[in-house]
T-cell receptor, first 115, second 117 residues
């Protein structure tokens, strides 16, 4: 099992450009998440999904869109990149468990720089 | 107010010593979960240990244990017999609610642990 994978690993964009980050998981997890990590900060939730075709906003959703057309994939889009979106982006997934650990497993991250 | 507070930005510890990384949390929800993750210099987030708010015993996973003091709202990570490979950033995180929903985690700012030979 590959677990959670993310593509690309690195990307440099110019202000105003668009791009899509792809997250894939092979653990049959129901839930998927996108976080961003800025220097000196913990991770902050951007968007999440409870299942195919369903997405919701997290703590810092502005400037991002997401889609989950297949259970195993979760896409994060930047329509018009801004320097403030320079960050490391992590995707995570978890089972739909209640009353027990619902550990989120993370991908390796995508380092995005917006010039 | 911060929901997760990690008061130690950085720590230096001698190899083979035990390490305690502090974490305090703030929530009014009676059901919650607490997680610790390790982030080595390579950047990935590695799950270490979980503690549920209703768990009677402190969680343990190998050399990791969680010192859960519910009344004080603290969930300190203890690493026994530290190793050079333990050098990394460590994040405490909380899930509010009983779980089962797609609840995002709230993270602290992390502690940078350096193990010295």
């Amino acid at each position: 099992n590959a677990g959670v994978t993310q593509t690309p690993k690195f990307r440099v964009l110019k202000t105003g450009q668009s791009m899509t980050l792809l997250c894939a998981q092979d653990m049959n997890h129901e839930y998927m998440y996108w976080y961003r990590q800025d220097p000196g900060m913990g991770l902050r939730l951007i968007h999440y999904s409870v299942g195919e075709g369903t997405t919701a906003k997290g703590e810092v959703p502005d400037g991002y869109n997401v889609s989950r057309l297949k259970k195993q994939n979760f896409l994060l889009g930047l329509e018009s990149a801004a320097p403030s979106q320079t960050s490391v982006y992590f995707c995570a997934s978890s089972y739909k468990h209640r009353g027990s650990t619902d550990t989120q497993y993370f991908g390796p991250g995508t380092r995005l720089t917006v010039l | 107010a911060q929901k997760i507070t990690q008061t130690q930005p950085g720590m230096f510890v001698q190899e083979k010593e035990a390490v305690t990384l502090d974490c305090t949390y703030d929530t009014s929800d009676p059901s919650y979960g607490l997680f610790w993750y390790k982030q080595p210099s390579s950047g990935e987030m590695i799950f270490l240990i979980y503690q549920g708010s209703y768990d009677q015993q402190n969680a343990t996973e190998g050399r990791y244990s969680l010192n859960f003091q519910k009344a004080r709202k603290s969930a300190n990570l203890v690493i026994s017999a530290s190793q050079l490979g333990d050098s990394a950033m460590y994040f405490c995180a909380m899930r509010e609610g009983p779980g089962g929903g797609a609840d995002g985690l709230t993270f602290g700012k992390g502690t940078h642990l350096i193990i010295q030979p």
